[in-house]
Nanobody
Framework: QVQLVESGGGLVQHGGSLRLSCAAS????????MGWYRQAPGKQRELVAG???????NYSDSVKGRFTASRDNAKNTVYLQMNSLKPEDTAVYYC????????????WGQGTQVTVSS
């Protein structure tokens, strides 16, 4: 069993930056994929960024060029660097861990609020 704890959220002005962290209670070295999702009020949860065990990253079109996902397997932590933030980035951000992409099972964190003021 792995627990994920997000941190780093907060209130930031339009154009500002934040770095989210997701600390895992156990090793994520072998996990196939670590993802960052977000959910705004009244909207479905969406995948915004992710990083594979090999370091390959993917991003939604809405954040491409502004957000950067990274992972530090030695620290069992993944990060989401968010630059040039926009009010539409306001949401609760969740960390997701997929030990095996061939299986649907995933771990989720409790979420961290990001609010971007205009």
């Amino acid at each position: 069993q792995v627990q994920l704890v997000e941190s780093g959220g907060g209130l930031v002005q339009h154009g500002g930056s934040l770095r989210l962290s997701c600390a895992a209670s156990g090793s994520i070295f072998s996990f196939d994929y670590m993802g960052w999702y977000r959910q705004a009020p009244g909207k479905q949860r969406e995948l915004v960024a992710g990083i594979s065990s090999g370091g390959s990253t993917n991003y939604s079109d809405s954040v491409k060029g502004r957000f950067t996902a990274s992972r530090d397997n030695a620290k069992n932590t993944v990060y989401l660097q968010m630059n040039s933030l926009k009010p539409e980035d306001t949401a609760v951000y969740y960390c997701n861990a997929r030990p095996n992409l061939n299986r649907r099972f995933a771990y989720w964190g409790q979420g961290t609020q990001v609010t971007v003021s205009s």
